[in-house]
């Protein structure tokens, strides 16, 4: 926008509609002309000609001749105290008069619709994102920091104050770092790297606390559930990782064939989805962790024909997972974990990247890549499009939901970080937990 433009607009009224003054019409008059034929010219001249002055009297009259007068008077309609009467009603105002509904009128209205907001709140930049379908780079602590690996470093945002801070970078013959998730506690970060080592660091101390081996190609997917740490590889295995002990690695998932690029547990904890290269969904269950085992999975979805890394858990129904497919399928898919049925399919057109529910509403959010670059706003079950938001200008690989579950945070192959309100506002306030910045005090932006 130039110049002129800002200047023109800084004297209009956004979302205003200006109100003609311009009255052509008969109904919009601003004056009442009485009607002639409706009038009683005859009561009006007695009225005016003294009639309702009452002769002078000196005599008392009767009680019968007083109430004979009053009831003359009521038959002849001689009781108005108005001279000039209008028998007909006057038109109806042009001008809509709104009255206010009451209580029972408004417990009956619908539910206001909710606005979503076409454009981010804010904008952050993100050099050296790498540009790879299969890695999860991104995640939102429910201490609302942000954590996204930028290269070979990882970056922390803290929502509560914007604050940024570098929490480490690796030497090249381990990274690029290929994956971030957070801990449930919100302090702790476990880190996939490049050279198959899993990382634990302590982000209010920004100190490594172990490595976790036991991959043997990049480690692209994590997930936490409980005290157990979750790694999906480039060498087709899922291990679980029990960070309390030495011998950390306490059960292995066997099924997929090639890179593991999407792993979900469920809000239980009873069941692990995982998505693959190898076009495959998987549930398992967390009691077939077991080395020994040859046959795990409780389920093997074939019905995606690119390879999975979207995969969300249901929020308001434990028995369903939606999965996204990749260029060459551009479907999302509703699983039943319990009869491994698929529910719904529907075809986006574009590739799936990413899901996430909405924890308020029954709605699901989908980031997509080529053509557009957008994200979708679906309702569910009918999945009608609520909304399609567009900014980023490639492939938004990566979304990240707030603690309040209301914001959205999405990473994108055009190197930046967004932020979208785009499930709602909190109907209260409800003050989050700052971190202590004694170790960050001294810590630059991110470019």
Same mark, same amino acid.
């Given at each position: 926008? #130039?110049?002129g433009?800002?200047?023109?607009?800084?004297?209009r009224?956004p979302?205003?509609?200006?109100?003609?003054h311009?009255?052509?019409s008969?109904e919009?008059?601003?004056r009442?002309?009485p009607?002639?034929?409706a009038m009683d010219?005859?009561?009006a001249?007695y009225?005016?000609s003294g009639?309702?002055?009452?002769? $002078?009297?000196s005599?008392?009259?009767?009680?019968?001749?007083?109430?004979?007068?009053?009831q003359?008077? $009521?038959?002849?309609n001689?009781n108005?105290?108005? @001279?000039?009467?209008?028998?007909n009603?006057?038109?109806p105002?042009?001008?809509?008069v709104?009255?206010?509904p009451?209580p029972i009128q408004q417990?009956k209205?619908?539910?206001?619709r909710?606005f979503?907001p076409?454009?981010a709140?804010?904008?952050?930049? *993100?050099?050296?994102i790498?540009d790879?379908f299969?890695?999860?780079l991104?995640?939102?602590?429910c201490s609302?920091?942000?954590a996204?690996a930028?290269?070979?470093?990882?970056?922390?945002?803290d929502a509560?104050?914007g604050?940024?801070?570098?929490?480490l970078s690796v030497s090249?013959?381990?990274?690029?770092?290929?994956g971030v998730s957070?801990?449930?506690d =919100?302090?702790?970060?476990a880190?996939?790297l490049?050279?198959?080592h899993?990382q634990?660091?302590?982000?209010?101390s920004?100190?490594l606390l172990?490595t976790l081996r036991?991959?043997s190609l990049r480690v692209?997917?994590?997930d936490w559930? =409980?005290? @157990?740490?979750?790694?999906g590889s480039?060498?087709?295995?899922? @291990?679980n990782?029990?960070v309390?002990?030495?011998?950390?690695?306490?059960?292995?998932?066997?099924?997929?064939?090639?890179?593991?690029?999407g792993l979900?547990w469920?809000?239980?904890?009873?069941?692990?989805?995982? =998505?693959?290269n190898d076009?495959?969904?998987?549930?398992?269950?967390?009691?077939?962790?077991?080395p020994?085992s040859?046959?795990?999975? /409780?389920?093997?979805?074939?019905d995606?024909?690119?390879a999975?890394k979207?995969i969300?858990w249901?929020?308001?129904q434990s028995n369903?997972v939606a999965?996204?497919g990749g260029?060459? #399928? $551009?479907? /999302?898919?509703?699983w039943?974990?319990?009869?491994g *049925?698929?529910?719904?399919?529907?075809d986006? =057109?574009s590739?799936v990247c990413?899901?996430?529910?909405?924890?308020?509403?029954?709605e699901?959010?989908?980031?997509?890549?080529?053509t557009?670059?957008?994200l979708?706003v679906?309702k569910?079950?009918s999945m009608?499009?609520? +909304?399609e938001?567009f900014?980023?200008?490639?492939?938004v690989?990566?979304? *990240?939901?707030?603690p309040?579950g209301y914001?959205v945070?999405? +990473?994108?192959a #055009? $190197?930046?970080?967004?932020?979208w309100n785009?499930?709602?506002n909190p109907e209260?306030?409800k003050?989050?937990?700052?971190?202590?910045?004694?170790?960050f005090?001294?810590? *630059?932006?991110?470019r």
């Amino acid at each position: 926008m #130039d110049a002129g433009s800002r200047y023109n607009n800084k004297f209009r009224r956004p979302l205003f509609t200006p109100i003609s003054h311009n009255k052509t019409s008969q109904e919009n008059l601003d004056r009442f002309i009485p009607n002639r034929s409706a009038m009683d010219f005859d009561y009006a001249h007695y009225m005016l000609s003294g009639g309702k002055v009452k002769k $002078e009297n000196s005599g008392v009259n009767s009680a019968s001749k007083e109430a004979y007068t009053k009831q003359l008077a $009521e038959i002849f309609n001689m009781n108005r105290t108005r @001279i000039l009467a209008f028998k007909n009603k006057p038109p109806p105002s042009a001008e809509r008069v709104f009255k206010s509904p009451s209580p029972i009128q408004q417990s009956k209205t619908t539910k206001k619709r909710r606005f979503i907001p076409q454009t981010a709140e804010r904008t952050l930049d *993100a050099p050296d994102i790498l540009d790879d379908f299969y890695l999860n780079l991104l995640d939102w602590g429910c201490s609302n920091i942000v954590a996204i690996a930028l290269g070979n470093s990882v970056y922390l945002w803290d929502a509560s104050d914007g604050s940024v801070t570098e929490l480490l970078s690796v030497s090249d013959d381990l990274g690029p770092v290929t994956g971030v998730s957070w801990a449930p506690d =919100g302090r702790h970060l476990a880190l996939g790297l490049n050279n198959s080592h899993v990382q634990l660091w302590d982000s209010s101390s920004s100190r490594l606390l172990r490595t976790l081996r036991g991959h043997s190609l990049r480690v692209g997917s994590l997930d936490w559930n =409980g005290h @157990i740490l979750t790694t999906g590889s480039m060498d087709t295995m899922i @291990i679980n990782n029990d960070v309390r002990i030495r011998s950390h690695v306490v059960g292995t998932y066997r099924g997929h064939n090639q890179e593991i690029c999407g792993l979900k547990w469920s809000a239980s904890g009873q069941q692990l989805a995982s =998505g693959g290269n190898d076009n495959l969904v998987h549930i398992w269950s967390v009691s077939t962790g077991s080395p020994n085992s040859t046959r795990q999975w /409780i389920h093997r979805m074939t019905d995606h024909t690119a390879a999975v890394k979207a995969i969300s858990w249901c929020p308001f129904q434990s028995n369903m997972v939606a999965s996204g497919g990749g260029v060459g #399928d $551009e479907c /999302i898919k509703f699983w039943n974990t319990n009869t491994g *049925a698929c529910l719904n399919s529907v075809d986006t =057109g574009s590739q799936v990247c990413s899901l996430l529910w909405n924890r308020h509403e029954r709605e699901l959010l989908s980031s997509h890549g080529f053509t557009d670059n957008q994200l979708t706003v679906w309702k569910y079950p009918s999945m009608t499009k609520v +909304a399609e938001l567009f900014g980023h200008t490639s492939r938004v690989l990566h979304m *990240a939901q707030s603690p309040d579950g209301y914001t959205v945070a999405t +990473a994108a192959a #055009d $190197e930046t970080l967004r932020f979208w309100n785009i499930f709602g506002n909190p109907e209260e306030t409800k003050s989050v937990p700052k971190r202590k910045l004694e170790p960050f005090f001294d810590l *630059a932006q991110i470019r």
